[in-house]
Protein backbone atom coordinates (compact mmCIF):
# COMPACT_ATOMS: atom_id res chain seq x y z
CA UNK A 1 0.00 0.00 0.00
CA UNK A 2 0.99 3.58 -0.64
CA UNK A 3 0.06 6.77 1.06
CA UNK A 4 0.52 10.20 -0.66
CA UNK A 5 0.72 13.56 1.19
CA UNK A 6 0.30 16.58 -0.95
CA UNK A 7 1.62 20.16 -0.19
CA UNK A 8 2.38 23.55 -1.75
CA UNK A 9 -0.92 24.54 -3.66
CA UNK A 10 -2.37 28.13 -3.00
CA UNK A 11 -2.94 31.31 -5.03
CA UNK A 12 -0.42 32.64 -7.58
CA UNK A 13 -0.58 34.96 -10.31
CA UNK A 14 -0.24 34.45 -14.22
CA UNK A 15 3.33 34.47 -14.86
CA UNK A 16 4.22 33.12 -11.22
CA UNK A 17 5.41 29.67 -10.05
CA UNK A 18 4.79 27.39 -7.36
CA UNK A 19 6.05 24.13 -5.65
CA UNK A 20 3.76 21.17 -4.85
CA UNK A 21 5.36 18.07 -3.08
CA UNK A 22 3.87 15.15 -2.09
CA UNK A 23 5.77 12.76 0.36
CA UNK A 24 4.86 9.13 -0.23
CA UNK A 25 5.13 6.42 2.73
CA UNK A 26 3.68 2.89 2.76
CA UNK A 27 4.18 -0.99 2.74
CA UNK A 28 6.03 -0.48 -0.46
CA UNK A 29 9.18 -2.78 -1.15
CA UNK A 30 11.15 0.31 -2.03
CA UNK A 31 10.56 3.73 -3.08
CA UNK A 32 13.05 3.68 -5.98
CA UNK A 33 11.10 0.43 -7.67
CA UNK A 34 7.67 2.16 -7.31
CA UNK A 35 6.80 2.14 -11.17
CA UNK A 36 5.41 5.58 -11.73
CA UNK A 37 4.64 8.74 -10.00
CA UNK A 38 3.08 12.20 -10.60
CA UNK A 39 1.21 13.93 -10.69
CA UNK A 40 -2.46 14.68 -12.49
CA UNK A 41 -4.96 17.69 -12.36
CA UNK A 42 -9.34 17.78 -12.54
CA UNK A 43 -11.21 20.95 -13.65
CA UNK A 44 -14.63 21.09 -11.89
CA UNK A 45 -16.77 18.63 -13.95
CA UNK A 46 -13.88 17.43 -16.02
CA UNK A 47 -11.95 13.81 -15.72
CA UNK A 48 -8.69 13.56 -14.24
CA UNK A 49 -5.94 14.38 -16.37
CA UNK A 50 -1.88 13.72 -16.03
CA UNK A 51 -0.16 16.61 -16.12
CA UNK A 52 3.38 15.22 -15.39
CA UNK A 53 4.65 11.51 -14.54
CA UNK A 54 8.21 10.16 -13.50
CA UNK A 55 9.35 6.51 -13.80
CA UNK A 56 11.23 4.35 -11.79
CA UNK A 57 14.15 4.52 -14.41
CA UNK A 58 13.04 8.57 -14.01
CA UNK A 59 11.85 8.85 -17.65
CA UNK A 60 9.36 11.78 -17.70
CA UNK A 61 6.02 12.42 -19.47
CA UNK A 62 4.31 15.80 -19.85
CA UNK A 63 0.78 16.98 -20.72
CA UNK A 64 1.70 19.20 -24.18
CA UNK A 65 -0.02 22.48 -22.40
CA UNK A 66 2.83 22.10 -19.85
CA UNK A 67 5.87 21.14 -21.83
CA UNK A 68 8.51 23.79 -20.97
CA UNK A 69 6.96 25.13 -17.83
CA UNK A 70 6.49 22.31 -15.45
CA UNK A 71 9.52 19.37 -14.21
CA UNK A 72 8.49 16.69 -12.67
CA UNK A 73 10.92 15.15 -10.09
CA UNK A 74 11.29 12.75 -7.23
CA UNK A 75 14.29 12.26 -4.80
CA UNK A 76 15.38 8.28 -3.34
CA UNK A 77 16.21 9.65 -0.45
CA UNK A 78 13.41 11.91 0.72
CA UNK A 79 10.84 9.58 -0.34
CA UNK A 80 9.28 12.61 -2.33
CA UNK A 81 8.28 13.43 -5.59
CA UNK A 82 7.60 17.00 -6.70
CA UNK A 83 6.19 18.74 -9.22
CA UNK A 84 7.54 22.47 -10.00
CA UNK A 85 5.75 25.13 -12.03
CA UNK A 86 6.65 27.84 -13.69
CA UNK A 87 5.06 30.85 -16.22
CA UNK A 88 1.37 29.58 -14.59
CA UNK A 89 -1.48 30.55 -16.52
CA UNK A 90 -5.02 30.54 -15.49
CA UNK A 91 -5.82 27.38 -17.27
CA UNK A 92 -3.24 25.97 -14.44
CA UNK A 93 -6.67 26.12 -12.15
CA UNK A 94 -6.87 23.18 -10.63
CA UNK A 95 -7.31 20.44 -8.14
CA UNK A 96 -3.95 18.31 -8.29
CA UNK A 97 -3.39 14.99 -6.96
CA UNK A 98 -0.20 12.75 -6.51
CA UNK A 99 -0.28 9.58 -7.90
CA UNK A 100 1.50 6.44 -7.57
CA UNK A 101 1.55 3.36 -9.30
CA UNK A 102 2.54 -0.12 -8.37
CA UNK A 103 2.50 -2.85 -10.87
CA UNK A 104 4.14 -6.82 -11.22
CA UNK A 105 2.90 -9.68 -13.50
CA UNK A 106 -0.82 -9.94 -12.83
CA UNK A 107 -1.29 -7.12 -10.35
CA UNK A 108 -1.61 -3.26 -10.86
CA UNK A 109 -2.83 -0.87 -8.28
CA UNK A 110 -3.23 2.96 -8.47
CA UNK A 111 -2.82 4.81 -5.73
CA UNK A 112 -4.19 8.91 -4.86
CA UNK A 113 -3.81 11.98 -2.82
CA UNK A 114 -6.28 13.79 -1.66
CA UNK A 115 -5.60 16.85 -4.14
CA UNK A 116 -4.11 20.01 -3.67
CA UNK A 117 -6.09 23.38 -4.96
CA UNK A 118 -3.56 25.64 -7.51
CA UNK A 119 -5.45 28.76 -8.39
CA UNK A 120 -3.83 31.23 -10.90
CA UNK A 121 -5.03 34.55 -11.08
CA UNK A 122 -4.92 36.70 -14.37
Known amino acids: QVQLAESGGGLVQAGGSLRLSCAVS???????????LGWYRQYPGKQRELVATVSAARSTNYIDSVKGRFRVTKNNDRNTVDLIMNDLKPEDTAVYYC?????????????WGQGTQVTVSS
Open 99 to 111: YALLAAVGYRQEF
Open 26 to 36: GTFRSFRTINN
